[in-house]
């Protein structure tokens, strides 16, 4: 059974970091790639970040670049994302996703605020 679980959220101050984790079990973690994915108030989800299995290659959306990094250790079958800069319009539900199962995890907010 795929299971996805995010944890790392929370408030932060405008300019502040935070290191989103998300712990993956029930299928060969290294072998598929992983995803990033945010959703504010109001607004669809949207990809923020995706990194391949072995090869660990990574992408990211255009304006989220220069800020955030992705990635991931096999051996703690586990990916993260390191968010740097945060602004106000960071703030939203920050979402694990596997695309080879199209599985979600249950998501963490992250809160940007003077």
């Known amino acids: 059974q795929v299971q996805l679980v995010e944890s790392g959220g929370g408030l932060v101050q405008f300019g502040g970091s935070l290191r989103l984790s998300c712990a993956a079990s029930?299928?060969?973690?290294?072998?598929?790639?992983m995803s990033w994915y945010r959703q504010a108030p109001g607004k669809e989800r949207e990809l923020v970040a995706g990194i391949l299995g072995m090869g660990g290659r990574s992408d990211y959306s255009d304006s989220m670049k220069d800020r955030f990094t992705i990635a991931r250790d096999n051996a703690k079958n586990s990916v993260y994302l390191q968010l740097n800069s945060l602004q106000p319009e960071d703030t939203a539900v920050y979402y694990c996703?596997?695309?080879?199962?199209?599985?979600w995890g249950q998501g963490t907010q992250v809160t940007a605020a003077s």
């Open positions: 996703y596997v695309p080879r199962w199209a599985r």
């Open positions: 029930g299928f060969t973690f290294s072998r598929y790639s």
